[in-house]
T-cell receptor, first 111, second 113 residues
Framework: DQQVKQNSPSLSVQEGRISILNCDYTNSMFDYFLWYKKYPAEGPTFLISISSIKDKNEDGRFTVFLNKSAKHLSLHIVPSQPGDSAVYFCAASPGFYQLTFGKGTKLSVIP | DAGVTQSPTHLIKTRGQQVTLRCSPKSGHDTVSWYQQALGQGPQFIFQYYEEEERQRGNFPDRFSGHQFPNYSSELNVNALLLGDSALYLC????????????FGEGSRLTVL
């Protein structure tokens, strides 16, 4: 029973264009959502988060959107850069610190 | 400022053996969580330690156990290893008072033959 789903295993985007990574969840108890980025041979690195009381959070080139009614969130990267090429994990928490992760989406930004 | 450090980085064991993995949290952090990441999957929560006690546990058998020391470092022990235990084991540290944001180490890659 996958409570956090990232249905796109991979995504390719031209440098300078927008990257949109999607994530769906099923557990209504989740109220805090995070995106992590992972390079090969490294641990995941926190990127951006959003709580359920908001529908948008921005940090530089990264914006996360939350649609609670659809149980859907997305990460927008604008403009995309080659250094953004990595695996992106969506994660969710019921507020008790335990994170549930999706399977990840591998983003390739083509120069 | 040292981040989360894990040891060993790689190890190979055979079925039935036991393994101990170690983790030192980021300076200032008091909580350690362990995650298992199988190939092609996202990290899966094993358990969390705070004040030397297991506070939360995911859906893992009792073969998986842990410990947290007074200096906040932690160990993950896995007994009676199975082939399916082959995975990257990630340690993450945080402040217990804050929700969500975890700082991960680079992981320990365990291969069970």
């Amino acid at each position: 029973d996958q409570q956090v789903k990232q249905n796109s295993p991979s995504l390719s985007v031209q440098e300078g264009r927008i990257s949109i990574l999607n994530c769906d969840y099923t557990n209504s108890m989740f109220d805090y959502f995070l995106w992590y980025k992972k390079y090969p041979a490294e641990g995941p690195t926190f990127l951006i988060s959003i709580s359920s009381i908001k529908d948008k959070n921005e940090d530089g080139r990264f914006t996360v959107f939350l649609n609670k009614s659809a149980k859907h969130l997305s990460l927008h990267i604008v403009p995309s850069q080659p250094g953004d090429s990595a695996v992106y994990f969506c994660a969710a928490s019921p507020g008790f610190y335990q994170l549930t992760f999706g399977k990840g989406t591998k983003l390739s930004v083509i120069p | 400022d040292a981040g989360v450090t894990q040891s060993p980085t790689h190890l190979i064991k055979t079925r039935g053996q036991q393994v101990t993995l170690r983790c030192s949290p980021k300076s200032g952090h008091d909580t350690v969580s362990w995650y298992q990441q199988a190939l092609g999957q996202g990290p899966q929560f094993i358990f969390q330690y705070y004040e030397e006690e297991e506070r939360q546990r995911g859906n893992f058998p009792d073969r998986f156990s842990g410990h947290q020391f007074p200096n906040y470092s932690s160990e993950l022990n896995v007994n009676a290893l199975l082939l399916g235990d082959s995975a990257l084991y990630l340690c993450a540290s945080s402040l217990y008072s804050l929700t969500g944001e975890l700082f991960f180490g680079e992981g320990s890659r365990l291969t069970v033959l």
